[in-house]
């Protein structure tokens, strides 16, 4: 089973919303740090916003106090980003990662994940 698989990603309009999710069935233990990063056109990937198993949450300087909201549902082992108010600029491939070592160091700056999604691809048109 693959431990980690995106869903949500389409193509929407500037202002529009979407929700993407990260299905951690498979991930295999039961502390995690989980992680949202992005990559667009032209830039190196950079962690968006991180949510522990413990509730804990943090955000990159860049999106925080805007339009990302993380979430999960532990009974669901599901990871959330709600995308609000989007624009071209956050067009990109978004992924989720997860770890349980980054548990102590659960911030959108750590890389260093055991398991990695494909990616949901987000692309926001003018």
């Known amino acids: 089973q693959v431990p980690l698989v995106e869903s949500g990603g389409g193509s929407v309009q500037s202002g529009g919303s979407l929700r993407l999710s990260c299905d951690a069935s498979g991930y295999p233990y039961q502390n995690w740090c989980a992680a949202w990063f992005r990559q667009t056109p032209g830039s190196r990937r950079e962690g968006v916003a991180t949510i522990r198993s413990d509730d804990k949450t943090d955000y990159a300087n860049s999106v925080k106090g805007r339009r990302f909201t993380i979430s999960q549902d532990k009974a669901k082992r599901t990871i959330y980003l709600q995308l609000d108010n989007l624009t071209p600029d956050d067009t990109g491939m978004y992924s989720c990662?997860?770890?349980?070592?980054?548990?102590?160091?659960?911030?959108?700056?750590?890389?260093?994940?055991?398991?990695w999604g494909q990616g949901t691809q987000v692309t926001v048109s003018s």
């Open positions: 990662a997860a770890g349980v070592q980054a548990f102590y160091w659960c911030t959108p700056a750590n890389t260093d994940y055991d398991f």
